[in-house]
């Protein structure tokens, strides 16, 4: 791998970084806060998650209950 190719691939790492920190407004400079402010964002994101599956399985289950009770 040639130098020009790492150094694209350092800068986008670095981007993606940068966009992380700003989507997520996660402070840096006071790290105790920040782990605290990510751990609600990913419970957030699981419990999204989980509603959002819970939702399409019993969609599901009631799709098939419905088709074969007649």
């Known amino acids: 791998m040639n ?3 790492a150094i694209l691939i350092i ?3 670095m981007l993606l ?3 992380f920190f700003a989507l997520t407004g996660i402070d840096i400079s006071n790290p105790e806060q ?3 402010t ?3 964002k990913v419970a957030q994101l699981n419990r999204s998650i989980n509603h959002m599956l819970r939702n399409v399985f019993f969609s599901i289950r009631t ?3 419905e ?3 007649q």
């Open 67 to 69: 088709r074969f009770s």
């Open 11 to 13: 800068f986008f790492l």
């Open 38 to 40: 990510l751990m609600d």
């Open 3 to 5: 130098i020009s190719k």
């Open 63 to 65: 799709f098939f209950q």
């Open 34 to 36: 920040a782990i605290v």
């Open 17 to 19: 970084i940068v966009i």
